[in-house]
């Protein structure tokens, strides 16, 4: 796979990055890399246009107002929207999911338009806040082990006919709609409440999005067993009583 490049895009890492977030470009830079594959990471702030080029986008979470000057101006940049029409793999962590639906409850309690990459909304749940680690059966059509990672937010995120939940709990509470979903996909764009940052928690989530940008069916093998024993550690912790 020498010959092939990717170009990895991290997007408002200066607004939406928290939980270890930045994490996930990291270990999707890694794993490329792993399997013999040039790649261009490009980290684009806030006050910077979004690439249109890119294979890989990925975006993380954010507190209330950075979560709406993002959502600001990724519509009005219009990059990020525009590559997902070119068919760019995006793929994003709380707040950065709740951008990608219809609306979501910004900081000032007014509803906030999204980019509608996701047939998801969001509003602001009534009950406690969602917080703790989580364990969840992804999609099976996906062909991915359990998800592991650490919720904390506030929203309710409801799914609308063409999006897919990306995992269904075991633990945890993922959209907190009390239906078990966490997340959400359609094609090219993902959608997922957890932290922890994922993609260390779960690298075979970097390799999916690794062969859907390549249009690969399956990646070269790599050495797994630093993810794998995070992962049996974080997934021990989960199924723990409370």
Request: proline fraction near 6%; glycine fraction near 12%; aromatic fraction near 6%.
């Amino acid at each position: 796979m020498s010959d092939s490049s990717l170009r990895v895009v991290w997007v408002y890492p200066d607004l939406l990055s928290t939980y270890g977030d930045q994490g996930n470009v990291l270990v999707v830079e890694r794993r490329a890399r792993q399997r013999g594959l040039h790649v261009e990471r490009v980290d684009v702030r806030s006050d910077q246009p979004v690439p249109t080029s890119g294979d890989i986008y990925l975006i993380g979470g954010g507190e209330d107002r950075p979560q709406r000057l993002a959502a600001e101006r990724l519509r009005r940049d219009g990059g990020l929207s525009r590559a997902a029409s070119n068919g760019a793999i995006i793929f994003s962590v709380c707040a950065g999911y709740q951008i990608l639906g219809h609306e979501f409850i910004n900081d000032l309690g007014a509803r906030e338009p999204g980019l509608g990459l996701l047939d998801v909304t969001t509003v602001r749940g009534e009950g406690a806040r969602c917080v703790g680690d989580v364990l969840a059966d992804i999609d099976p059509h996906l062909g991915l082990p359990q998800l592991t990672g650490f919720e904390n937010h506030q929203g309710v995120t409801h799914l609308g006919p063409t999006a897919r939940p990306f995992a269904r709990t075991v633990f945890g509470n993922g959209n907190g709609t009390g239906d078990g979903t966490e997340g959400a996909y359609n094609d090219t764009v993902f959608g997922t409440y957890m932290h922890g940052p994922v993609m260390a928690r779960n690298p075979q989530i970097a390799d999916l999005l690794l062969k859907l940008a390549l249009d690969v069916n399956a990646l070269p093998p790599t050495d797994d067993r630093w993810y794998e024993a995070l992962r049996a550690e974080r997934i021990a912790a989960a199924s723990q009583p409370a």
